[in-house]
């Protein structure tokens, strides 16, 4: 049974930087498309970043993150990270990581206020 545990999500001013980490049980984080997605309330959840299968695999982010946020993943760890840098106040929202675009975590919440 796949299982996603996402967590590092917490307070960060505008301009920080959050770290996040999802464990991934079931599934190995290497041979599936990773992603991660988020939801603020009254909004369409919004895919953020994917990573392909495989070792150099092509990374993809929304327009709103990209240059800011890094995905990546760790293939001993069975592990996937959001690095998150010059966090904005409109990045508030419940992160989720997902394997496939099929399955989702139970998110962990980012919160970006001064």
């Known amino acids: 049974q796949v299982q996603l545990v996402e967590s590092g999500g917490g307070l960060a001013q505008p301009g920080g930087s959050l770290t996040l980490s999802c464990s991934a049980s079931?599934?190995?984080?290497?041979?599936?498309?990773m992603s991660w997605s988020r939801q603020s309330p009254g909004k369409q959840r919004e895919l953020v970043a994917e990573i392909g299968i495989g070792l150099g695999a092509h990374t993809e982010y929304a327009d709103s993150v990209k240059g800011r946020f890094t995905i990546s993943r760790d293939e001993a760890k069975n592990k996937v990270y959001l690095q998150m840098n010059n966090l904005k106040v409109e990045g508030t929202a419940a992160y989720y990581c997902g394997v496939n675009q099929r399955i989702w975590g139970q998110g962990t919440q980012v919160t970006v206020a001064s």
């Open positions: 079931g599934m190995e984080v290497e041979l599936n498309a």
